[in-house]
């Protein structure tokens, strides 16, 4: 039974960042799965694939084409 989510309530002013460089080690925030930091990227150009360790809910593999991911730093 996978663990549920802990939800997360995004920044008052959440936007998503153009995620088209990101790099392993980055922090950053997703909507649901609140802060996390970047340990993996792969996949193909046109479809990366980010690994990200979020503070809350463990590693999930993020598809960037469709979630939208806000930079912290």
């Given at each position: 039974m996978p663990a549920k989510v802990k939800e997360h309530v995004p920044t008052a002013d959440f936007v998503a960042s153009d995620t088209s460089n990101l790099q392993v080690g980055q922090k950053v925030e997703h909507q649901k799965f609140g802060f996390g930091e970047v340990l993996k990227m792969e996949g193909a150009i046109h479809n990366?694939?980010?690994?990200?360790?979020?503070?809350?809910?463990?590693?999930?593999?993020?598809?960037?084409n469709y979630?939208?991911?806000?930079?912290?730093?």
């Open positions: 990366p694939i980010a690994t990200v360790k979020f503070e809350l809910n463990g590693e999930k593999k993020i598809m960037l979630a939208k991911l806000r930079i912290v730093e």
